[in-house]
């Protein structure tokens, strides 16, 4: 089917866009650009450098990807930016490509719900059905794991990991790994409970989140230490494969530096 581009947008004749793709008004799009069936980019979207944008996607008013990393030592090497299918990206959000020090690509899964004022620094890395409410920042190398949430005005440390089915409360400020299944909150961020709403909306059973909630009054009310904790979950049948995903975690964590397992990339 064709497609309906703006004569008000600038296309440049290299970029690659597929059929049914929308482009709105006053959209620039770059020669590296590479745009999938069906996505849709309203009015004064900018794509930078090579931008890769999958299918479905739903770009609005003032989004910009691929602009340069915001790293000092960057010297214009042509990194990249790749984003999946189906995600909604809200107005003004900015998505940087990848430094130097990685990989060279900063990624967005697929699904995902990125709202308004958001900033997704270089080599980021995030998997599919995450929300980010509005004006949170995301520094640079963090990852974020499938079905994770997080609320208006969070700011993220880089090399933070945070895991999956986890929540953020707005406006915290996150210096350390965010263990999956946990709610966390506070300046800085701390795991207060398991995050129950998310697992009953995705269909845990009882017997997990029971498991799940034991583990945390372990790890940080009862302050056991994961060895102990461990040991006494297994004791009690409670250390099924999402505890142990969970204790796998921190024991990640535990080994980085500063509560953020990724930590040690920074030096290497």
Do not use: W
Request: hydrophobic share 35%; glycine share 12%; with cysteine.
């Amino acid at each position: 089917m064709a497609r309906n581009i703006s004569d008000q947008a600038s296309i440049d004749p290299r970029a690659e866009i597929a059929d049914e793709v929308e482009i709105g008004p006053f959209c620039v799009i770059g020669p590296g650009a590479c745009i999938g069936r069906g996505s849709r980019l309203e009015n004064g979207v900018t794509l930078m450098g090579h931008a890769t944008i999958g299918e479905d996607n739903h770009l609005y008013p003032g989004v910009v990807i691929g602009g340069d990393p915001q790293d000092i030592s960057y010297r214009g090497t042509d990194t990249r930016v790749v984003v999946g299918n189906g995600n909604i990206i809200r107005e003004g959000v900015t998505i940087n490509r990848a430094s130097e020090k990685e990989d060279g690509v900063t990624s967005i899964g697929d699904h995902n719900f990125l709202m308004a004022g958001c900033h997704v620094a270089h080599d980021c890395r995030l998997g599919s059905h995450i929300i980010i409410a509005n004006a949170t920042l995301l520094g640079g190398h963090v990852h974020i794991h499938d079905h994770a949430s997080l609320s208006g005005g969070v700011a993220v440390h880089h090399y933070v990991t945070i895991g999956g089915y986890s929540f953020l409360a707005g406006l915290s400020c996150v210096r350390h790994d965010v263990p999956p299944f946990m709610l966390v909150e506070g300046y800085p961020a701390r795991p207060r409970c398991v995050n129950v709403v998310a697992l009953k909306r995705n269909n845990f059973s009882n017997e997990v989140i029971n498991s799940l909630a034991e583990a945390h009054r372990l790890l940080y009310r009862a302050k056991v230490g994961l060895v102990h904790a461990r040991e006494i979950l297994r004791a009690n049948s409670k250390c099924g494969s999402e505890v142990e995903y969970l204790l796998n975690f921190i024991e990640g964590q535990q080994e980085g530096r500063h509560g953020r397992g990724r930590e040690s990339r920074r030096a290497a």
